[in-house]
C-alpha cells in the first residue's frame, strides 16, 4: 500500500539531511520532491499546493534540537500536516437513538459497494447489532445473487422484492426491519458504469423517501482523481455523510485517501482492503499517514489480532505451553487464526520500517497455505506426536499435501524449534535467547532469514 508515494518523500527528505537549520534554500528542492510526490500520487492540483504552503509555513526557521534531524522533523511536519489533511480523528457511524438506523450505500458500479454491504453487515453484527440487507440494485440480477451469497456467508437477512420499484423497495425494508427488530438497515443502490441522470435522480429520491442517517458514497482508490470528481458529483446530489474507499491493498499510490476529505469536505470513514469479508478497517488518518510515510500501523495490527484471538483459546494455548503440551494441532489453529486477519505482506508492512524493507522482496503469500496442508495430511496421531514421524511418514504426508519430502522435513524441523523456544521461554530463563532465535528463524513454512534480510 502507498508504495510509490513513499519512495518519493523518502528521496525529498534525503535533500535536507545533514542541514544544522531549515531553511527557504535547503528546503526548496525537498519541497518540489514532495509536491512531485503528491502529483504523481494523483492528488489533486490545488491539494498538492495547499499542503506543500503549509508544511513550508511550519517547517521555515525551526530549529533543530537535541539528537532530531531536520529530516526527522520534516517527517513530523509532513506527517502532522496529512493527518490534518485526512480530517485529525476518526469519523464514526452516526447510530439513531431510534430504531432502525438507516445506511444508505452509494457509488458507481464496479467500486465494491455490494461487496462493502457485506462487510459493514459483518462488522455491526460482531459489535452485537442485528442488520438487515436491503438489495436496492433491481437492474442487476448478479447485484442481488452477489448479496444474498454474501449474507449466507454471515446469516443475515436480504430483503428483497422482484419487480418492485428501488423507492418503494426501500421503504418496505424500512417497515420490515421494524416489524422483525432489526436495527440497522443497509441498502445497497444501483450503480452504473459512469454517472448518468436517471441513477442520481433514483438515489436523491430513496434519500427523500426513506431519510437516511448515514449515506455512504463508496469509491475505487484505486481511480485516484477520477474517484476524487466522481465524490464530487454525488456529493453535490446526496449530500453524502462519510466516504469508503475500496481496493486499498492495490493503491500504490494514495491520491485518493489524500485528496478527497479536502475536495468535498466530508470524512472518510472506512476503507476496504480485500474481498474477505473481514478486509474492512475503520479509517484512522494519523494511522493512515503513517503507513504512508512508512512508518507502520502496529495499533491496526494488534486490533486485528484482538477481533481473530479468541480470549479463552488464548489462555488455554498458555497453559499448553507452560506444561510443554504444544503440539501440531495447535500450531495448525494459530496458523489458521493468522490466515484471517489478511495478508502476510499487509501484516509485515504494518511493522515499523517494513514496507521499504519489503519493497523489493518477493513475500510468499502462499507460504502457510503450504503448511497447513501438510499439517491437515497427518493422522491425529501424528500431529499429537510429531516425533512418531518416520521416513515413510514423511513421504506419505508429502505426497497427500502436494510437497515435497523436504518440505515436510523443513516444517517439523521448525515446529520443533517453535517448541524448544516455548520451553526456553516458561523456565523463566534464557528469555532474551529464545527471542532472538525467534525472530531470527523467520515464520513457519517462509524459510530461515537473516536478521534484517529477507529471502528474495
Known amino acids: 500500500m502507498f508504495e510509490n508515494i513513499q519512495t518519493r518523500l523518502e528521496e525529498a527528505v534525503k535533500r535536507i539531511r545533514g542541514q544544522a537549520k531549515i531553511t527557504e534554500d535547503n528546503i526548496e528542492e525537498a519541497l518540489v520532491e514532495i509536491r512531485n510526490a503528491l502529483l504523481d500520487a494523483d492528488v489533486n492540483f490545488q491539494v498538492a499546493k495547499k ?28 506527517h502532522d500536516e496529512m493527518v490534518a489533511l485526512m480530517g485529525s480523528t476518526r469519523s464514526q457511524l452516526v447510530m439513531s437513538p431510534q430504531s432502525p438506523t438507516i445506511i444508505m450505500v452509494a457509488g458507481l458500479q464496479g ?190 495490527l494488534v486490533e486485528r489480532a484482538q477481533s481473530e484471538f479468541d480470549e479463552d483459546q488464548a489462555k488455554k494455548l498458555e497453559q499448553k505451553i507452560l506444561k510443554n503440551e504444544f503440539d501440531l494441532n495447535d500450531f495448525l489453529e494459530q496458523l489458521q487464526q493468522m490466515k484471517k486477519m489478511g495478508s502476510l505482506r499487509d501484516l509485515l508492512g504494518m511493522l515499523p520500517g517494513m514496507d521499504k524493507a519489503l519493497r523489493n522482496v518477493q513475500v510468499d503469500e502462499k507460504a502457510l497455505g503450504r503448511v497447513e496442508a501438510i499439517i491437515l495430511s497427518m493422522t491425529k496421531q501424528e500431529r499429537k506426536q510429531p516425533k512418531i514421524i518416520n521416513g515413510s511418514r514423511r513421504k506419505r504426508i508429502a505426497n497427500g499435501s502436494g510437497s515435497t519430502i523436504q518440505d515436510v522435513n523443513r516444517m517439523i524441523k521448525q515446529f520443533e524449534d517453535m517448541q524448544k523456544m516455548m520451553k526456553q521461554l516458561t523456565k523463566g530463563g534464557g528469555k532474551m535467547q529464545a527471542l532472538q532465535q525467534m525472530m531470527g528463524g523467520g515464520a513457519p513454512g517462509m524459510g530461515r532469514m537473516p536478521q534484517g534480510k529477507f529471502r528474495r
Open 51 to 78: 499542503f506543500i504552503e503549509d508544511v513550508k509555513t511550519k517547517a521555515l526557521g525551526q530549529d533543530v534540537q537535541g539528537k532530531v534531524t531536520p529530516g526527522q522533523l520534516i517527517v513530523k511536519i509532513i
Open 111 to 300: 467500486s465494491g459497494k455490494t461487496t462493502f454491504c457485506g462487510k459493514l453487515a459483518k462488522s455491526l453484527k460482531k459489535q452485537g447489532k442485528q442488520p438487515l440487507l436491503v438489495a436496492g440494485d433491481i437492474y442487476r440480477p448478479a447485484a442481488i445473487d452477489q448479496l444474498k451469497t454474501l449474507a449466507q456467508q454471515i446469516t443475515i437477512p436480504v430483503f428483497t422484492q422482484e419487480g418492485m420499484n428501488p423507492v418503494k423497495l426501500a421503504e418496505e425494508a424500512v417497515q420490515y426491519a421494524k416489524r422483525y427488530a432489526r436495527d440497522v438497515v443497509i441498502i445497497d443502490t444501483a450503480g452504473r458504469l459512469s454517472i448518468d441522470e436517471e441513477m442520481m435522480q433514483e438515489a436523491e429520491n430513496i434519500k427523500n423517501s426513506v431519510k437516511p442517517h448515514e449515506i455512504l458514497f463508496v469509491c475505487d482508490s484505486m481511480t485516484g482523481q477520477d474517484a476524487v470528481n466522481t465524490a464530487k458529483t454525488f456529493n453535490d446530489r446526496l449530500a453524502f455523510t462519510g466516504v469508503v474507499l475500496t481496493k486499498m491493498d492495490g493503491d500504490t499510490r494514495g491520491g485518493a485517501a489524500l485528496s478527497i476529505r479536502s475536495v468535498v469536505q466530508k470524512p472518510i470513514k472506512f476503507i476496504s482492503t480485500g474481498e474477505k469479508l473481514d478486509n474492512l478497517e475503520a479509517f484512522y488518518p494519523d494511522r493512515i499517514a503513517s503507513r504512508i510515510l512508512g512508518m507502520g500501523d502496529i495499533l491496526t
